[in-house]
């Protein structure tokens, strides 16, 4: 089975619509990521969180919130999709280090 | 000026030749470094740690220029499944997160 896990892998909503991504983790690390992949602008950090009780900001965090339910989810919301939030989503985890980050297979989102 | 800056590409490259891409960094703060590989459509993974002292891993050789500022990845004798986008991936240390890179294509052709 697979360290990183998220679900759905694909999704296709309607503008205004709320979405929800999830990711789940069984490496035990504290440290979880969320990230947006559009083409030829690379991976932009949304938010991460160190450990249960810690939330921060990423560089394109508004329009998006998170939840920490647990060491091993972290959960991505957009509460009223736009197109423009169309792009592949990546959750990843790390260890206290921080350095090799492991990533989920990515969400597809597309908002019409 | 972008934390990290990478030609995009592609590198169109027959089998067997040797290629290199190359990196710079702006924050003089950094304090490692990494390459990732992401093939189209899947998630990023790490392919080596980048150290002051330089590093080889088979066929591939990273290195690291501080006064400069650029991380270089060198490949040789690629192969066909080298085909990929190349990250170049810094971390300033203590509680910061890593800075991606868009990312270096190559594509090997037989």
């Known amino acids: 089975d697979a360290d990183v896990t998220q679900t759905p892998r694909n999704r296709i909503t309607k503008t205004g619509k709320r979405i929800m991504l999830e990711c789940s983790q069984t490496?035990?690390?504290?440290?979880m990521y969320w990230y947006r992949q559009d083409p030829g602008l690379g991976l932009q950090l949304i938010y991460y969180s160190f450990d249960v009780k810690d939330i921060n900001k990423g560089e394109i965090s508004d329009g998006y919130s998170v939840s920490r339910q647990a060491q091993a989810k972290f959960s991505l919301s957009l509460e009223s999709a736009i197109p423009n939030q169309t792009a592949l989503y990546f959750c990843?985890?790390?260890?206290?280090?921080?350095?090799?980050?492991?990533f989920g297979p990515g969400t597809r989102l597309t908002v019409l | 000026r972008k934390e990290v800056e990478q030609d995009p590409g592609p590198f169109n490259v027959p089998e067997g030749a040797t290629v290199a891409f190359n990196c710079t960094y702006s924050?003089?703060?950094?304090?490692?470094f990494f390459w990732y590989r992401q093939d189209c459509r899947k998630e990023p993974k790490l392919l080596m740690s980048?150290?002051?002292s330089g590093n080889e891993d088979g066929r591939f050789t990273a290195q690291l220029n501080r006064a400069s500022q650029y991380i270089s990845l060198l490949i040789r004798d690629s192969k066909l499944s080298d085909s990929a986008t190349y990250l170049c991936v810094v971390n300033i240390g203590g509680y910061s997160t890593l800075t991606f890179g868009k990312g270096t294509m190559l594509l090997v052709s037989p």
């Open positions: 990843a985890t790390s260890g206290p280090g921080g350095n090799e980050q492991f």
């Open positions: 980048v150290y002051s």
């Open positions: 924050n003089s703060a950094s304090q490692s």
């Open positions: 490496k035990g690390h504290d440290r």
